[in-house]
């Protein structure tokens, strides 16, 4: 089972661009589908964006597509999130989120402020 660490959140402006990163430790990081997920104040955590094990399947939430892009290196058990024209509904607490079979992991998560 892998431990994930999250980083690269902060405050930014409207229309501004963040890279959020996801650190893994642990076996089999390859064969994992990763997930972003966010939680704002008040409000349910929600999906973001996915990538398949092999990172040549992705999709998004609806709210972000065209906005963020998700990707992974294998070779470095990372899988990041790409953010930009953000806005302030934006803000929120981005967790990443790995998934094999009946094993996953979630991590600490990162914040994210995107000010007006």
């Known amino acids: 089972q892998v431990q994930l660490v999250e980083s690269g959140g902060g405050l930014v402006q409207a229309g501004g661009s963040l890279r959020l990163s996801c650190a893994a430790s642990?076996?089999?990081?390859?064969?994992?589908?990763m997930v972003w997920y966010r939680q704002a104040p008040g409000k349910e955590r929600e999906f973001v964006a996915a990538i398949n094990w092999s990172g040549d399947s992705t999709n998004y939430a609806d709210s972000v597509k065209g906005r963020f892009t998700i990707s992974r290196d294998n070779a470095k058990n990372t899988v990041d999130l790409q953010m930009n024209s953000l806005k302030p509904e934006d803000t929120a607490i981005y967790y990443c989120?790995?998934?094999?079979?009946?094993?996953?992991?979630w991590g600490q998560g990162t914040q994210v402020t995107v000010s007006s």
């Open positions: 989120y790995a998934r094999r079979g009946l094993l996953d992991s």
């Open positions: 642990g076996p089999s990081f390859s064969n994992y589908r």
